[in-house]
């Protein structure tokens, strides 16, 4: 507040008294929550006054101030849009909520038809690249809605224009739309179920890695955010209260798979670790042989370096030396045959994650002079992966047997374990020595925690079938006045079979059209 008082100087000016104590602020940096006053930054009030001090409360206002160029309303607004961190929309007016609350997304509307006039008018209000559409797209088509070209796509005819509302207009134009049969999702007896957490864990963790570029911490976030984005303004706009729990759920999901991403980026290439590298090179693997005299140039590029037979051995020792059993080590010095016993593809899950205790440090940075990488250990379980599941003819009354549930342990990398998080999951080959001892081979397969398959992802490309005959009728009508006038037949020679002047010309035959 400001309160103007009487001065009895007789300067070019007025003295008035301004109280500071809260100056006006400029805009917020967070909204997760309804914004404390610490929260908000303020302009430099130095900038406001020229004259006496801030400190004494006054400002002389009879001297000309330097004006200062202001930024435009515009670019104000979008840099408070970008500063929130759960921005989704402007502002609604009284009419819009109401209209909102009462027609568009009223509980009396289908779900099919709220989620489909959310969508439409999401999509008008945002300015998609064509990476951003792209990903909008595959997200909705995972979720069961239609993409692409709609039969009033080509624009539409007076008349039309002129006995339909601007929302019927907005509708027959929209590319993104729920097909008829999808009307009754969420209710009993319907095959559509609607889960909006699910769709968002089979995208970020199947769609995603195979169809897009998730190789750079920005591209990822740049996925995360447009999903994120669309779940902020349906919860924004209430458009399915019913499923506020899921959609929360969803928005989590997106969070997680930023972080889990980007772990699993810098992870790949750490994979499978020195002591696995070292079992591979001497008892049978991938690496085994690889190694060329230092010369890594010559060995792919998703390699790790490999190792030498004696640096293998050292590697091996002084792992068992730190985390072994008593009579792993005894084997071990006693000179025993170490061998592999068995060798089979899994996919498992990390239950664990057990850092090096500062005894093992101690071990490697003093006994062996920090020439060899601390190891820790990771602690996992069978995990069933759709892409291994067997294609046995089983009845609807049948289920598949239930896999045998196996625990594993491996030594890894101290710093390959900062990357990894519990619920990982992983596809390798895993070998166990006669000695008790677990690695396994070249990593396959990396995956979230929140991995998820959806039959969804078969319909992917699918397309309306047509009626039997209907293209061969199309082709018949279409025949007469093709590549030429309207009506009239083609004559031999012209644009199709050769006349009897072409029949001995050496140029190839044209086919028909």
Known sequence: ???????????????????????????????????????IRYQNDSDNAAGAPLASGTANVGQKKKKKKSKSKKACRKADQHNLKNYADAPMTPEEHEEEVNHLYASSVPFAERIQTCIQRYSTKRRFDNVRKDIFDKYLALGGIITGQNPFSGGLDRQTLESRSAREIADMTATN???????DAGKEGSPWVIDFEAVARC???SVAPDTMDIYSPEKIKNITNVIFNFLNYVLHHNVCPEYQDQ????????????????????????LPGSFNVACSTLFGGYHKGLHSGGQDWTLPRDTQAAISDKQARQTI???LAAWGTEEQIQQVVGGATIEVISSHKASFEVTEILPPSQEVRDLY???????????????????TSPYEQDDEDLTDEEDAPAPEIINYEFLIDEDV????????????????????AQYFDLATGVNCSFFLNLENQLMAGWKEPKPVGAEEEKEETAKPGQMGEPGEMREPGEMGEPGPEDGDSDEPEMMEW
């Open 247 to 270: 959609v929360t759920a969803a928005r989590a999901i997106c969070k997680r798979a930023e972080f889990e991403l980007n772990e699993m980026n810098k992870l790949s290439p750490l």
């Open 417 to 436: 374990l900062t990357h990894c998080f519990l619920g990982l999951k992983l596809a390798a080959e895993v070998r166990e020595l006669n000695i008790g």
């Open 365 to 383: 940075e003093t006994s062996l002079g920090g020439a060899l990488k601390t190891l820790g250990k990771l602690k996992a379980k069978t995990w």
């Open 177 to 183: 739309y729920v097909l008829a049969d999808k009307n």
């Open 1 to 39: 507040m400001a309160s103007t008082q009487p001065s009895d100087q007789n300067a070019t000016g007025r003295s008035f008294t301004v109280d500071i104590s809260r100056p006006p602020p400029t805009c917020v940096e967070e909204a997760d929550d309804p914004t404390p006053a610490d929260n």
């Open 317 to 319: 020792k002084s792992a």
């Open 203 to 205: 995208f970020f963790s």
